[in-house]
């Protein structure tokens, strides 16, 4: 009798390490949203948060002290009629792109050498350079990106930005100048700013929940 009772003690423990171990359930939401499906590059990837609680931020943002300028910290609003969202808001934008909304395009404005170390699921890459004419962007590949990749029209030299599609930029975060530099671009060229929403927190604040990225092309 007191060796089962042993064995049950045992066992109980064992669960209880098991619980433990693993930790309590990280989810995205207090709704108990765990994950949300999307496409990226044609394979669905599911965005998640990591479920180790004893996670620690990716060290490539762990820095707090960039030099500035460049790394300047970005206002909260960054130009007026440009919402600022959040993490939340940002899932919701990729959900809608993955699902056929062709209207939303997530656009992740860091060079490529950042891409590669990982990006938010379903965003393409559009470096803050080709929208920058102090960098070299000139007029001709501009409009291109602005008609191929944003749904901008062009006739007789005037843009019509009717059918031109809601962007959601972001970049490494609140001191990074990348998509701030592209959204700025974009104004001056006429882009409506009730159409570009910008997610401030970025790459920086993205790690840091522990949500799911991608490597980048």
């Not at 171990?21 to 990226?40: C, L, N, Q, S, Y």
């Not at 501009?142 to 005037?158: D, M, P, Q, W, Y």
């Amino acid at each position: 009798m007191k060796s089962k009772l042993l064995i049950a003690a045992f066992a109980a423990t064992l669960v209880f390490s098991a619980n433990v171990t693993a930790g309590k359930p990280v989810d995205i939401t207090f709704g108990g949203v765990k994950e949300v499906a999307v496409k990226h590059d044609g394979k669905t990837v599911k965005i998640s948060r990591n479920q180790n609680n004893k996670n620690t931020v990716n060290p490539a943002f762990a820095k707090t002290s960039r030099p500035c300028p460049p790394f300047c910290i970005q206002p909260m609003v960054l130009a007026p009629g440009v919402e600022t969202i959040g993490e939340v808001e940002m899932i919701d934008y990729v959900k809608k792109m993955s699902d056929g909304d062709s209207t939303i395009l997530v656009v992740d404005s860091r060079t490529p050498d950042w891409v590669k170390k990982g990006t938010i699921p379903g965003a393409i890459n559009l470096p803050w350079t080709k929208l920058n004419p102090a960098k070299g962007a000139d007029p001709v590949s501009i409009l291109e990106i602005l008609e191929e990749n944003f749904g901008v029209t062009e006739s007789e030299g005037l843009l019509n930005f009717s059918k031109a599609k809601t962007l959601v930029m972001f970049c490494n975060g609140m001191w990074c100048g990348q998509s701030p530099n592209n959204i700025k671009n974009l104004l001056k060229f006429g882009y409506p700013a009730d159409k570009i929403k910008w997610f401030r927190g970025g790459m920086q604040t993205w790690e840091t929940l522990g949500l799911t990225t991608v490597p980048g092309k």
